[in-house]
């Protein structure tokens, strides 16, 4: 694998502007272990974003914005218990935000830098993203791009640390936070 660098004559495979999300054919989606064991998946579906596409990948920035009320773990009591103090304190902390602070390309592919702020805190994060290309919409004849994009975070950085102790140092929930995005832009319309 390359060590990816930063180039500022890297052009965008992308038409400068502002692409939006479709957050119909979006996800923004997580994982975590329980007990060790097995991956527990969840969800938010509340979000939007933007990516802003320069003439270079550094002339590049994306923001998004989950509404973390939208959780949705496929279990009622679970996600109430998320909403609350001891996960998100959605009372107090209603979204979460991303801001990118930089875009490397990496061959076909970018490394897309950032920062995260969950539950108050604001962290560095990085996300691999992989461009799947574009295709008009024959619904509407707009042009779309899609990207997957992973990153791993520990929810403890951010100041959620609940759990249930099992013993022998071992927690029933997973520090460790995948979090996946399959994203579908929207290009600009002239």
Not at 70 to 88: E, I, K, P, Y
Request: hydrophobic share 40%; aromatic share 6%.
């Amino acid at each position: 694998m390359s060590t990816p660098t930063a180039t500022t004559t890297h052009e965008m495979p992308l038409a400068a502007g502002t692409w939006s999300v479709d957050t119909v054919h979006s996800a923004v989606e997580f994982t975590v272990r329980h007990l060790g064991l097995a991956k527990v998946r969840g969800r938010f579906n509340d979000f939007s974003g933007a990516v802003v596409v320069g003439d270079s990948v550094a002339d590049t920035r994306v923001d998004a914005e989950v509404q973390m009320a939208s959780v949705d773990t496929n279990n009622a009591d679970r996600d109430a218990h998320l909403r609350s103090g001891d996960f998100f304190s959605v009372d107090t902390n209603p979204t979460m935000t991303f801001r990118s602070t930089g875009v490397v390309a990496d061959g076909d592919d970018y490394r897309l830098d950032g920062e995260l702020t969950l539950a108050g805190t604001t962290r560095p994060v990085s996300f691999s993203v992989e461009l799947h290309g574009t295709e008009v919409y024959p619904m509407d004849d707009s042009t779309r791009a899609g990207f997957s994009a992973t990153s791993a975070i520990s929810r403890k950085d951010f100041g959620i640390s609940f759990d249930v102790p099992l013993g022998a140092d071992k927690v029933a929930i997973g520090d460790k936070v995948t979090i996946e995005l399959e994203i579908q832009l929207v290009a600009p319309s002239d």
